[in-house]
């Protein structure tokens, strides 16, 4: 479950017992009094974020879990401040630490264009593009706007 999640229905896993493993990205649980009800937790498998299974050991329900372990993959996700662009001659440069996906909207949140790219720097032809301004995503999680000068002609 994601930590975009701040509440849960009552009883939404009301006796799952095929039920081998939950994992949450809390780092700090939530208090959820009823959620496995008649759920034989354990038998469950519990992940959690790293440094936080001793704050679930000792919160209700979930020190009930047979077995808690901390999630120990660390994966990158850049910052915001790790994603550059520019617009040259009718490309869309883009300069990024990863492979993502690259969604580009006009001002107006149509779609435009969309592509791959390798880590680092990669160019996107946009000279068929009409828009003057342009709202480049990241999958990474960062967004940027792109503003294409009088004096660019495309």
């Not at 959620?35 to 000792?58: H, N, Q, R």
Request: charged residues 20%; hydrophobic residues 40%.
């Amino acid at each position: 479950m994601g930590n975009s999640v701040t509440s849960i229905g009552n009883y939404a896993f009301l006796g799952c017992n095929a039920l081998k493993e939950v994992e949450v990205q809390w780092n700090t649980p939530l208090a959820v009094p009823r959620l496995f009800k008649k759920v034989d937790l354990s038998a469950v498998t519990l992940i959690v974020p790293a440094g936080t299974k001793s704050l679930y050991e000792t919160a209700d329900v979930w020190k009930d879990f047979g077995t808690i372990t901390e999630n120990t993959v660390n994966i990158h996700t850049p910052s915001p401040t790790e994603a550059t662009l520019s617009i040259q001659d009718g490309n869309l440069r883009i300069n990024s630490p990863v492979s993502e996906k690259i969604t580009v909207f006009s001002v107006n949140g149509i779609f435009v264009y969309a592509n791959e790219k390798q880590a680092g720097e990669t160019n996107f032809n946009i000279k068929y593009v009409q828009d003057k301004i342009l709202i480049v995503k990241g999958s990474s999680g960062w967004i940027r706007k792109a503003i294409c000068t009088n004096a660019m002609k495309w």
